[in-house]
């Protein structure tokens, strides 16, 4: 594993450590505030439904009761499950472009994989000129660099074509 590698996993080691820790602190701080402001909604809610100046059915305050219920108890203990969200945020999309480009290692060059089968496929057809080797190399560049400008300017023609 080299430079980029290594730092690669010290960086995202930090960074993990970092967001558990960051995660926990905040929804201990949270958790408190957000229960007092349930139930002082709760409060101000019954209050209301007492005096007469909410009208609701029975039903439908049970249903309010049972969602905020819910809602709290889900969303204080959620920061439980920061792993799967940081997994889910924060590898995913690592993962799923090394798959998509067939990469071994994340930290490695990720293009070559896609160059590569690139520069080929545009050199297959000046290999097959009836031209000598020599008038190859010095009329079309060795590269392949003329094919992929001329295919670059086909495209823009293309495109300006359609525009206008």
């Not at 949270?30 to 139930?39: D, F, H, Q, R």
């Not at 005096?51 to 439980?80: C, D, H, M, N, Y």
Request: glycine share 8%; proline share 5%; net charge negative.
């Amino acid at each position: 594993m080299g430079f980029f590698g290594e730092f690669n996993a010290w960086l995202t080691g930090i960074l993990n450590a970092y967001i558990g820790q960051t995660l926990a602190v905040i929804a201990g701080i949270l958790e408190p505030v957000i229960v007092t402001l349930g139930v002082l909604y709760v409060v101000v809610w019954g209050y209301l439904q007492l005096t007469g100046r909410i009208e609701e059915p029975f039903i439908e305050g049970a249903k309010r009761l049972l969602t905020l219920g819910v809602v709290l108890g889900l969303s204080l203990q959620l920061w439980l499950y920061n792993d799967v969200f940081v997994d889910t945020f924060f590898d995913a999309p690592t993962q799923l472009a090394a798959s998509i480009i067939a990469a071994r290692d994340p930290a490695a060059p990720a293009f070559q994989p896609v160059v590569a089968p690139a520069t080929q496929a545009a050199n297959t057809p000046l290999e097959m000129l009836p031209l000598a080797e020599a008038q190859y190399t010095m009329a079309l560049g060795r590269d392949g660099w003329v094919a992929w400008t001329v295919v670059a300017a086909a495209i823009v023609l293309l495109v300006l074509a359609l525009i206008f």
